[in-house]
């Protein structure tokens, strides 16, 4: 009883530390986001004059209503259909080339993996050239079309990796019973493999994600005209050669990730959830 | 009975490599047109003199490698890349381990936590440095204000060359861990949840838990978190472009921005090359070894 | 069968590789038709058949305003059956963006860019068209201000069309503050330390200076540099005749460690970002007294707070006693941005006409309601405010005027004097060591260009 009631308390208070600390990292998490968003309602001089940790002098919507007047909407709706191209595409194809690294048994698959790992090291900046080059010559220049394949194939090597060794933490029993089913490789990939690497993906998905929506260098060099263009490059209206506009960049920002908020929350908690109640029938 | 038995293990096999090929195939081929045809374009610019925009270039061979071997100001990138490195690595890791392990055993109800804790990570690089370049304004910025509350003074941290790397490594740790916090939360789920009951009826406590069951089953994770880690920290450019441009002086120069500035700012393309194929090499050597040392002690 | 395996790999990536490389030799297949305002199809040399692609980094107004409002009078008043199409990049990665194209051969019909390194460089590549016999024939010959025309010559041709901005680094500071601490605008660099120890004794910093962004700080060294030995140490240095390591530079540099350690600039100067904003806060916020940049801060100063910008007073960069360099000499820009071709024929013809647009009557009065100093012969007629008359007719009294280092010299090396500047601000480089490392830059750059 007595060790019970110890190790109650002493559980107690690893609880109440381990709040105290999570709670200060959210405050460190959050001030700059909430910083941005306090931002995004000034004026340009008041931010300058008061100072960028200063609340605003009142919730002043119109830099909102300016950019959402502008051409927001356009690159808003570019950038969710590359996104979601892009990312479907890529998981899909990623999953198909983990299936076979994380659980076949053939003499390449070590080379192959190699080689991924490898791809991960390319500098992006270097790749600028030849696909700007390729994206003339397949006429898809200056549309986003252009953005997939490059979006997709620099995010494949990294997927993969985390996929595989996602893959790999798969146990062995779960395949065999579905073999002696009669299960094919090809069907094991699809009923079996695929569902249990739901987390994978969905890490995946997030990450992915993230960095294709707020992807930059592509979105500029391949693309020219203002109804092409991706949501990164909408500050671009607020950028001038001498100087910009921060709190209307701010509210640029503050528009940009609040749709990636909202599919974090969906995906973070249906596949965690999905996986948890999988994984205990399994 | 014998003989058709080896036939039957042979069937499986080609029948095995046949649907890796197929499994593989859109991920080669996209490998081909993305990363190797770049990297050899590259390799290929390399042994040129060349601004980069002109028709004519000149072929001078391994003339830009030799330069690049004895360039210090390449081989300090590269060791800033390597603290960078080594920091991401000791810093993000942990954090996003500590932070999945409490988002684990706390359950649906920390969901506040969990998306707070991930907004680093969606933040543009621009909001962030103009954030964090305000933040730790010598004069009125963040450091400042606190050091002032303690006494001390002024505190400059980006426009030192001492600390300017490693404030900005801060930075960057600020922005990734959240990756990693949600990598390991993917991968407490993959520990079945009938392995926690068992713990739990054995009369294990959550730290017993976590150390003596949790934590061996995700070494793997850690493992791989670790190679991603590195390889995104030698090739890291953003914040460092955003918040210093490899300044003061070249105090945080990467070997991404050296790369990035030899090839589109100071029009030298064919060393930019060399630089980009530099890179591509140590980093896939580094990235590489680690991981033949680390699953090499697991398999043993 | 593992052969087999192996050999369908490498058929695959072979096919991908060959489709690719067939792909980028294959050169134009054109997409868009560029029928709409912002066309599909360009940024090719050949583009479209009556169409010219025009990139610029007019992504904000008014500099926005101002490009569409030529582009737009060409494109109606025009007799040569051609449209232009304005294609605005943001200034950070404009240039990248025509590396990248000019790297494949794709480079626009006509673009705009700043003079200088790069300006040379595109025409030294085949990137540039000379205008010499347009130009003659047009009226913007006698329109433009010499020397902004001469800007726009490169070994002895015509290159391009200069317009926009002039922009003069000069000194801008509070009138309320050097009215309340009795303070005069200086005649000499000992009037100019004086009134920054009387601003450092009311605990107001002399110098807003945000350095993090390099350029900023080259505004006091060119300054000092040309106050201390003149232009030519620099012309000669540039030409290979001499060397940054000149008595000017070092003084220069010395001058600027001496200001430091006096604490004429903010703590931690090298910390603070112009792009931010950090230094023109420091102004704002009344902290600090005085600000040295080009004279394109007018219009900052104006759209920020054009109650603000009352306070504002402005002179040129003081003169230094004991040296005989001329003090009328001006560091900036006459045009902060030119127009460049690479189109010939008839479409040159066509682009040369758009070019000229920009230099109309209509377009510079816009441009003058906007702040801005279009580099055009008489135009301090057109100015009412004070601070762009004076400047105006600072430049017209220079005996020469210098284009900033960063963007004259060759990228390299202006990245070394840049990054050595810095170090020099930071007292983490003494001036000498600095400008070794430039005059180092130097001689790589003219030795492999004499190779």
Not at chain 2, 101 to 124: A, E, N, Q, R
Request: aromatic content about 12%; glycine content about 8%.
């Amino acid at each position: 009883m007595d060790q019970y009631k110890k190790n109650k308390q002493k559980s107690i208070i690893c609880w109440v530390f381990a709040f105290a600390l999570a709670i200060f990292y959210l405050i460190v998490s959050f001030m700059p986001f909430i910083f941005m968003v306090l931002n995004s309602f000034k004026e340009k001089f008041e931010m300058l004059t008061k100072g960028v940790f200063n609340l605003p002098d009142s919730l002043n919507f119109a830099n909102y209503t300016e950019v959402l007047t502008g051409g927001f909407s356009k690159y808003f709706m570019n950038s969710v259909i590359v996104l979601t191209i892009s990312l479907l595409l890529l998981l899909f194809i990623a999953a198909c080339a983990s299936y076979p690294l994380a659980r076949f048994k053939f003499k390449l698959a070590n080379p192959i993996y190699a080689g991924i790992v490898a791809c991960m090291s390319i500098p992006v900046h270097i790749t600028l050239i030849p696909v700007f080059k390729m994206s003339r010559a397949t006429g898809l220049y200056d549309s986003i079309w252009a953005l997939i394949g490059p979006y997709i194939a620099f995010a494949v090597p990294i997927s993969v990796f985390i996929l595989t060794s996602f893959m790999k933490e798969i146990p062995r029993e779960i395949e065999e019973s579905a073999e002696i089913d009669g299960c094919g490789k090809i069907q094991m990939f699809f009923s079996v493999i695929l569902p249990l690497a739901k987390p994978g993906l969905a890490t995946l998905a997030i990450y992915n994600g993230v960095n294709m929506w707020n992807e930059f260098s592509f979105a500029y060099t391949l693309t020219q005209s203002s109804e092409n263009r991706t949501l990164p490059l909408a500050i671009w209206e607020f950028q001038g050669q001498y100087s910009m506009n921060t709190p209307m960049i701010m509210a640029v920002l503050t528009l940009t990730l609040l749709p990636m908020i909202v599919m974090f929350i969906i995906f973070q908690d249906k596949l965690v959830k999905g996986m948890t109640a999988g994984a205990v029938k399994g | 009975m014998g003989g058709k038995e080896i036939s039957l293990e042979k069937l499986r096999q080609r029948d095995t490599r046949r649907v890796a090929a197929l499994f593989l195939a859109p991920v080669a081929i996209l490998m081909a047109i993305y990363v190797i045809y770049p990297i050899i374009d590259t390799f290929i610019t390399s042994t040129y003199q060349w601004n980069g925009i002109s028709a004519g270039k000149k072929f001078i061979g391994i003339g830009n490698w030799k330069t690049l071997l004895a360039d210090s100001s390449f081989w300090i990138a590269f060791r800033n890349n390597l603290v960078i490195m080594v920091l991401s690595i000791c810093i993000q890791i942990p954090i996003g381990l500590a932070l999945a392990t409490f988002l684990d055993f706390g359950g649906k109800k920390l969901t506040v936590f969990k998306v707070i804790w991930f907004i680093p990570l969606l933040m543009s690089s621009v909001a962030i440095g103009f954030l964090f370049t305000y933040a730790l304004a010598t004069n009125g910025g963040l450091v400042s204000t606190i050091s002032g509350w303690f006494g001390g003074g002024n505190v400059d941290l980006l426009g030192n060359p001492k600390t300017a790397l490693l404030t900005v490594i801060m930075v960057i740790c600020w922005q990734f861990t959240p990756f990693y916090m949600v990598y390991f939360m993917a991968a407490f789920t993959n520990i079945p949840y009938d392995v926690f009951e068992a713990a739990r009826i054995d009369g294990a406590t959550r730290g017993q838990y976590f150390w003596k069951i949790a934590f061996p089953l995700l070494v793997p994770s850690m493992k791989s978190a670790a190679i991603l880690s590195m390889v995104g920290s030698l090739k890291y450019f953003d914040l460092i472009y955003v918040m210093t441009g490899g300044g003061p002086g070249t105090s945080t120069e990467l070997m991404a921005t050296y790369m990035y500035k030899q090839s589109f700012s100071t029009f030298n393309m064919g060393y930019g090359s060399a630089v980009a194929g530099g890179m591509f090499i140590l980093i896939s050597m580094v990235s590489l070894i680690t991981m033949k040392l680390l699953n090499g002690k697991e398999e043993a | 069968m593992k052969k087999r395996v192996a050999k369908l790999m490498a058929l695959s990536m072979a096919a991908a590789m060959t489709a690719s490389l067939a792909a980028c030799g294959g050169g134009d297949s054109g997409s868009g038709d560029g029928g709409s305002s912002s066309g599909g199809d360009s940024g090719s040399a050949s583009g479209g058949d009556k169409e010219i692609v025009y990139w610029n980094i007019g992504t904000e107004s008014p500099d926005k305003d101002v490009i569409t409002k030529a582009v737009e009078k060409f494109n109606s008043e025009t007799e040569s059956g051609y449209t232009v199409t304005s294609v605005p990049t943001q200034n950070d990665t404009y240039k990248e963006k025509l590396v990248v194209a000019m790297s494949s051969g794709e480079c626009p019909d006509m673009y705009s860019c700043w003079s200088g390194g790069p300006m040379y460089e595109y025409i030294d590549s085949g990137f540039g068209q000379p205008i010499d016999d347009l130009f003659n024939a047009s009226e913007i010959k006698d329109k433009l201000m010499e020397s902004a025309v001469s800007q726009a010559t490169y070994n002895d041709h015509v290159y391009a069309v200069p317009y926009q901005n002039i922009s003069m680094s000069g000194i801008f500071y509070n009138k309320e503050m050097f009215d309340k601490y009795k303070l005069k605008e200086p005649e000499t660099l000992a009037d100019l330390e004086n009134i920054c120890d009387t601003l450092k004794k009311n605990d107001i910093t002399p110098f807003a200076l945000a350095n993090s962004s390099k350029w900023t700080g080259s505004m006091y060294y060119m300054n000092l540099a040309a106050r201390y030995g003149g232009l030519e140490p620099f012309q000669k240095a540039v030409a290979g005749e001499g060397k940054f390591t000149d008595d000017c530079f070092i003084k220069a540099g010395e001058k600027v460690q001496e200001w430091v350690e006096a604490g004429y600039f903010p703590d931690g100067v090298n910390s603070l970002s112009e792009d931010d904003g950090q230094a023109k806060q420091l102004m704002y916020q009344e902290t600090a007294g005085m600000l040295l940049c080009g004279s394109w801060y007018t219009g900052t100063f104006a759209t920020d707070s054009a109650e603000f910008y009352e306070k504002i007073g402005w002179f040129p960069f003081p003169a230094i006693e004991e040296s005989d360099a001329d003090p009328s000499i001006m560091i900036g820009t006459v045009g902060d941005q030119f127009i460049v071709f690479n189109c010939e024929g008839e479409k040159l013809e066509a682009a040369f006409e758009c070019a000229e647009k920009h230099l109309d009557e209509e377009v510079i009065d816009f441009e003058v309601e906007n702040g801005k100093i279009p580099p055009v012969q008489g135009i301090e007629s057109k100015l009412t405010d004070s601070i762009t008359k004076e400047v105006v007719e600072a430049a017209n009294n220079a005996s020469e005027i210098q284009l900033w280092y960063d963007q004259y010299l060759p990228p390299a090396v202006a990245t070394a004097h840049l990054d050595g500047l810095q170090e020099v601000f930071g007292l983490t480089k003494t001036p000498q060591e600095a400008q070794e490392a430039m005059q180092k830059a130097m001689d790589d750059y003219l030795a492999n260009k004499a190779e």
